[in-house]
T-cell receptor
Framework: GAVVSQHPSRVICKSGTSVKIECRSLDFQATTMFWYRQFPKQSLMLMATSNEGSKATYEQGVEKDKFLINHASLTLSTLTVTSAHPEDSSFYIC??????????????FGPGTRLLVL | AQSVSQHNHHVILSEAASLELGCNYS??????LFWYVQYPGQHLQLLLKYFSGDPLVKGIKGFEAEFIKSKFSFNLRKPSVQWSDTAEYFC????????????FGTGTLLAVQP
């Protein structure tokens, strides 16, 4: 089945540093990938849509200079949290849509990356 | 604004009890509907999905959901839950069109007591 991986699974960093999170689709190609943020006991909030070969599309209220997204290839998207602060601590999840022969599309989610900024 | 609501934040059931989790979405034309499950320490997994056709959709692990267009609802059901169903359940909607992004509900935490 389709699998999406994320690396690292958890990271602890000092305030002011930048952190890069990778999202890979392992057995299919994805021209778009999605980045979500999940706060404790809350739902997933879509941050941005990563587009292969073009700029990411950010949701309202998400700082594009803060959360840099690069869709380097058809199987890799990266999210860089720049100058991280404690309020950026959260669980970041990516997903990649896979379209089947039937035309239906299903999102497959990565295991998430837990970021803690001290 | 397009939104998805799940009214049950926490549900506690005994094994063999029946389950129904509510999901309502705001009007937005054509919709594709999903239920995802997140077991403790694991990533989101697709339970079932509705695109078109029969409004009663059957998914994995004995779950099913019914799309009722007039009520803007897509409730999740299981006739007899097991301890292993303890997890968080998310309803999600894709409003179609050119975008394939999902809007999630707030999730329902289900605890099944043995």
């Amino acid at each position: 089945g389709a699998v999406v991986s994320q690396h690292p699974s958890r990271v602890i960093c000092k305030s002011g540093t930048s952190v890069k999170i990778e999202c890979r689709s392992l057995d299919f190609q994805a021209t778009t990938m999605f980045w979500y943020r999940q706060f404790p006991k809350q739902s997933l909030m879509l941050m941005a849509t990563s587009n292969e070969g073009s700029k990411a599309t950010y949701e309202q209220g998400v700082e594009k200079d803060k959360f840099l997204i690069n869709h380097a290839s058809l199987t890799l998207s990266t999210l860089t949290v720049t100058s991280a602060h404690p309020e950026d601590s959260s669980f970041y999840i990516c997903s990649a849509p896979r379209r089947f022969v039937s035309g239906q599309e299903t999102q497959y989610f990565g295991p998430g990356t837990r970021l803690l900024v001290l | 604004a397009q939104s998805v609501s799940q009214h049950n934040h926490h549900v506690i059931l005994s094994e063999a009890a029946s389950l129904e989790l509510g999901c309502n979405y705001s009007y937005g034309g054509t919709v594709n509907l999903f239920w995802y499950v997140q077991y403790p320490g694991q990533h989101l997994q697709l339970l079932l999905k509705y695109f078109s056709g029969d409004p009663l959709v059957k998914g994995i692990k004995g779950f099913e959901a019914e799309f009722i267009k007039s009520k803007f609802s897509f409730n999740l059901r299981k006739p007899s839950v097991q301890w292993s169903d303890t997890a968080e359940y998310f309803c999600a909607v894709n409003y179609g069109g050119a975008t394939n992004k999902l809007i999630f509900g707030t999730g329902t935490l289900l605890a099944v007591q043995p």
